[in-house]
């Protein structure tokens, strides 16, 4: 490329638009503290303490309800930072778009719950996604799950998988089924579908690079 162009050559690359890239022999860690750690300055939580995980296990979410509402445009801002970190956080997935189908009417236990996402993200800044240097690079592994009429406005399930190469996630996702099924074999079949498009291109991707 610098038969071609004016460039410099500046290293291995360390940070690019909020993630850090660490380089090692053992292979490469992608990760997002200081992001973490502006999310907390910004909202001030800085001084928060850590949770163990970043929701109540089955605790629902409503639309409606006698909950207070709240500002829209700060709790947007608080799910958009959130996404936007879900880059290196496949843990935090299923959550953030759990509390993004709120951005509309917000209310007071919505920005509790989000909140509570942050406070688990204090203990876990650390955390990101490494992939291991010497893995086998074809071996594609996936895995996708339901959470049967999870969804308490309109009884719809959400789905979810994530694709593991080199040790390491590369690709995740969490979304809320477009129809209503009347099984969990339904749901399933409707939820691998959402999988089995993914793993298509995955494949093909793989295959444009040498890794059939």
Known sequence: ????????????????????????????????????????????LQNANSMKNPIVPDFKLLKEGEATRIDATIYKQLIGSLMYITATRPDLMYVVCLL???????????IQATKRVLHYLKG????????????????????????????????????????????????????????VTLSTTEAEFVATTFYACQCIWMRRVLERIGHS
């Open 1 to 44: 490329m610098k038969d071609e162009f004016d460039m410099t050559d500046l290293g291995k690359m360390k940070y690019f638009l909020g993630v850090e890239v660490l380089q090692t022999s053992e292979g490469i860690y992608l990760s997002q503290k200081k992001y973490a750690c502006k999310l907390h300055e910004k909202f001030g």
């Open 100 to 110: 993004s189908r709120y951005m509309a009417n917000p209310t007071d236990l919505h």
């Open 124 to 179: 876990t800044v650390e955390l990101g996604v490494f992939y291991k240097r010497g893995e086998d690079v074809g071996e594609l592994l996936a895995y996708t799950d339901i959470d049967y009429a999870g969804d308490t406005n309109d009884r719809k399930n959400t789905s979810g998988y994530v694709f593991l190469l080199s040790g390491g996630a590369v690709s995740w996702a969490s979304k809320k089924q477009p129809v």
